[in-house]
Every structure is written in structure tokens, then in C-alpha cells.
């Protein structure tokens, strides 16, 4: 991004090859620099906005989560939102919105010219001087071409800088992922007729995605149940030795991670690994609206293994996955770099790892894990021009995994008996597996200069900046109630007259160093100093 000072820049970058250090590295540069005066970080949900939040805090940028307004609350550097929320008011935004204005955005696939979420954010962020747009997959499910990228006359977007896989794993950016696939003899009966086979074996185009859906099936025990529990083997050894090869370090908090084929599929599956691990697995679906609070406590606790149902794209940041499972029918070329992005981010203090991945031997899905380093430029394409199979969203999850047949009606098949088994590993990028002991990410920020109001950005391992401004809130909110109850007075006359003597006009603008003497003057009023 050397030369680059105004106008869009699009980065597209292999899953977990790290967009977010130097996105943010770009930002502080220019508050330093003084080209930008606040900072617009907008992604697709919720969650995420409060993981960009805490990485920026890391390099002592302070955002604030899901803001209600562009203007940042006094204190901070810039705010964190979703497209939805920049949508939604996008008329208020362009208002507040200044050229000087440093605008990033996550997952920039989800915009496109014709929908809501790009006309609002054009609308909201159009004044703004420059756009840094970071992508993993830089294409919409519908091919609605994305505001600020440019296309060349084939109609390939042209990205200003992209990483793939192997760039990242030679760089020690990315872990080195082992193909582990696994095929045996499967029986299944396809309406009257029962067919036997294998992966190796030549099928009628019909009859190849039940010969998958046996390999998958949670009910026969020669089928998946066994690979699970192969796979489980697998994660105790990381778990307790750190797994096959030279420097390997014990991982005791790695995890597992078994993409589904649907809710039926992801509680059978959750019963098998119960059975094997002695626990229950963590379970998330796109439909629960418990999903994302389920992947926060999963992410940092120690629990072994996690099912997953169309919730394994953008924003979902577990690094400490080391061993997965490919149970999903889902089979385009996106979605399987997706479903491996999740096992090749890295753990800052630790050496660069391998992860396994287990999937059945079908020939696809083999392709796919021997091209899945190729370079991410030819996959970049306009609405016009676009491969309806290289598509990724919960539609095109679901469209894949579908089982009814054309007319809506299942057909007549089931699963009767299989004897699989791990076939020889295909490894990603020759297999060589680098044991790197310093961060892979690196790159010290300038500390020369400062916005002239706004203290500047220090790296700080201390809790950021949101978190304890809502800690305060919190705390002031619950002696503000104290205090009502105390003096027989409301919460907003007791609120109004904190406000007067600390010289507050709304608590929602606060600094810390207000709330902090709000606090202080609720103490000594409900230990009648006050």
C-alpha cells in the first residue's frame, strides 16, 4: 500500500492470512500522519464488530463496537458497525462523513452497486477519500460487482494486492494443512436395486451423491462414526504431544471442527462424538440465534470438538482448531477453501503447526485440495461472468446440501453399510511442515506524530478502550440505582444531577475520565459525603 493516499484499495487475501494487522497498521499510519481524523471500520455482523474492536486496541487504536453514529464518542479513534447499521442511516452518516475519513471494509464481497448494503454504504462513506475493502472471496453470491473495484474488460476484478495460500504458508503466515481422505466399500440401495462401491470405482452421475451421503452418514458405524473416531485420535495426540513431526509443541487446547450437512445431520453427528469423547459437543447452526454467542464461548474455552452447520465462513476466528472433519455435501471450489481457512490460522507464542483435515475421497473435493493454493485472481469475477458453482453463502450452503430431487421429493435411497478407512494424505504445499518459534506477524507501528485532537494510537495489552467504558457504564448504572433507591429519587433525576456536577451532557458521550468521577461522586454521595 506503499504510494496509496486516496481511492479505493482492494486486498484480497487467503483465510487467515491476515488482513486484520495490516488493515489496521494502514489506519494508525494515517491518524499519525494526520491524513485521516477518525477511522470507519464496517463488517458484516455484530460479532465481528467487537473483534475488530479488540484487535485494534491491541495497537492501542480504540473503536468503538456497533457505534450508533459516525462521529466517534470522545476518546475513541473511529468506530466498528455492520453494513446494516451504515444502511440504516446512511442519509445521518454522509452527514457526519468528513474526506479525511479512513474507511475499512471486512468482507467487502457483501456489497454490491444494486443491493441496500452497497447503495447505503456509497451513500454514507462516498465522501470519504479512501476505501481500504478486504476480502477473502472477492466476489458476491450473486456477482453484483462490489462498490470502488475495478474490473478489466474480461470482466476480472482487479485486486491492488493479493495473498494466496501459499504465499501465506511459505511466509509463516498460514499453518500447513494435511489432506487426510478417507474411502472404503460402501452399499446403498438406490430405489429397487442395491449398488456397491467405492470413490475408486466408476458410478452413474445418480448415483454419485448417495454413494457420498453413505461415506457420510452418522448411522452406519463403518461410515463416518469411524472416522470420527480417527479423527479424535488425531486431536488427543495434538492435544498431548502437539502431533507427528519435528518440534512439535502439546496443544492442549486444540480443537476439532465437523462441518454438517444440515440440523439432522450435525445432532447425529454431535451423538456419535459424544459417545467417543465422553461429552457433548458445542453445536451452532446459521438458524439459532444463540450461534454466535456458542462460537464466542467455544473459541475460548478448552472443549475439544465443535458442529457446524453454515456457520464456517467470514468472522468465524477460532485459530486454536487443528483437526477437522469434511461431513458437509457442499462441493464448489469457494466453499472448500473456506471450510479449510478455518485450520490455518496460527496462535501468536506458539511454533507454526500443521492441521489435518479428514473428507471423503470423492474426486472433487480431492481437486480441490490439490489446487487450493492457486491464486485467488482467476476466481475474481462480475456479475455477467460468474460461475454459479464457485458461489459461497447460506443459499448456496443449503442448495448444495439439498437431498430432494428436482420435483421436490426425496429420492429413494438409503444408506446400508460402509467400511472406511484414512486413505493416503495429500499435503498442502508439499507437506513440509516449517516449526516457526517467533509471531508470524510482525512489523512495528511509526510512533511519530499524533492527531491534532486525539491522543495518539500506543500498543497496549491493557483491556481496550470499549470494554471499559462499557465496564463503567455498567458500574455507574448500578449505583445510580443504589443511590435512587437510597434517596427515594428516579434514575433520571438521579442521572440528571451526576450529569450536572460532572459536567456531562449525555452518558452515551462520556469519556472514561467522566465516568470515572461519575463513580466517584455516586461513592461519596451513598457514603453521605455528597
Sequence with gaps: MGRWSEGTFLMAAAPGAGKTRPALEQAVRALYARDADR???????????????????????????????????????????????????????????????FVIADEAHHLGDELAWGKGFSQALGRA????????????????????????????????????????????????????????????????????GSFADQV???????????????????ALPKIL????????????SGGPGPGAVAHPDAGGLVVAADGEHARAVAAVLHR?????????????????????????????WIVAVNMVSEGVDIPRLRVGVYATAAKTAMIFRQIVGRFVR?????????????????????????????DLVPLLRRKEDADPDQLLDDEALDAANRVEDEAGLRPAFEALA?????????DLFGGATPVVTEEPVGGAVATVGAPATLA?????????????????????????????????????????????????????QATVDQLERSIDVLHDALAGRG
Aim: glycine share 6%.
Design 229 to 240: 473416531a480417527e479423527a479424535h485420535r488425531r486431536l488427543i495426540g495434538v492435544r498431548e
Design 204 to 222: 452413474a452421475g445418480e448415483e454419485r451423491s448417495r454413494r457420498y451421503r453413505t461415506a457420510i452418514s452418522a448411522d452406519l458405524e463403518g
Design 418 to 426: 460402509a467400511d472406511m478407512a484414512p486413505a493416503a494424505q495429500l
Design 276 to 304: 467417543i469423547v465422553g461429552s457433548p459437543p458445542t453445536v451452532v447452526m446459521h438458524t439459532d440465534p444463540q450461534a454466535h454467542r456458542r462460537l464466542a464461548e467455544f473459541t475460548h474455552s478448552t472443549d475439544p
Design 129 to 196: 477519500r479512501r476505501w481500504l475493502l478486504l476480502s477473502g472471496t472477492p466476489f458476491r453470491s450473486d456477482a453484483s460487482p462490489i462498490p470502488g473495484v475495478r474490473y478489466d474488460d474480461d470482466g476480472m476484478a482487479l485486486p491492488d494486492h493479493a495473498y494466496g495460500y501459499a504465499d501465506a504458508v511459505r511466509d509463516g503466515v498460514c499453518r500447513p494443512v494435511t489432506f487426510i481422505p478417507f474411502d472404503g466399500t460402501m452399499t446403498w440401495r438406490s430405489g429397487d436395486e442395491t449398488v456397491e
Design 456 to 508: 495518539a494510537p500506543a500498543a497496549s495489552a491493557e483491556v481496550p478502550l470499549w470494554q471499559r467504558r462499557q465496564q463503567l457504564r455498567d458500574l455507574r448504572h448500578g449505583l445510580v440505582s443504589e443511590l435512587g433507591r437510597k434517596r427515594g429519587a428516579t434514575q433520571r433525576e438521579v442521572n440528571a444531577w451526576v450529569n450536572r456536577t460532572v459536567g456531562i451532557t449525555r452518558v452515551e
Design 346 to 374: 496460527t496462535v501468536p507464542g506458539r511454533p507454526l503447526e500443521a492441521s489435518w483435515l479428514y473428507l471423503p475421497a470423492e474426486a472433487t473435493l480431492r481437486a480441490h485440495a490439490a489446487e487450493v493454493d492457486r
Design 39 to 101: 477511522v470507519a471500520l464496517v463488517c458484516p455482523t455484530a460479532p465481528l464488530t467487537r473483534q475488530w474492536a479488540e484487535a485494534a486496541a491491541r495497537l492501542g487504536l480504540h473503536l468503538a463496537p456497533d457505534a450508533p453514529e459516525l462521529t466517534p464518542p470522545a476518546g475513541f479513534h473511529g468506530v466498528a458497525v455492520t453494513y446494516a447499521r451504515v444502511a440504516q442511516s446512511a442519509e445521518r452518516w454522509a452527514a457526519q462523513c468528513l474526506d479525511s475519513t
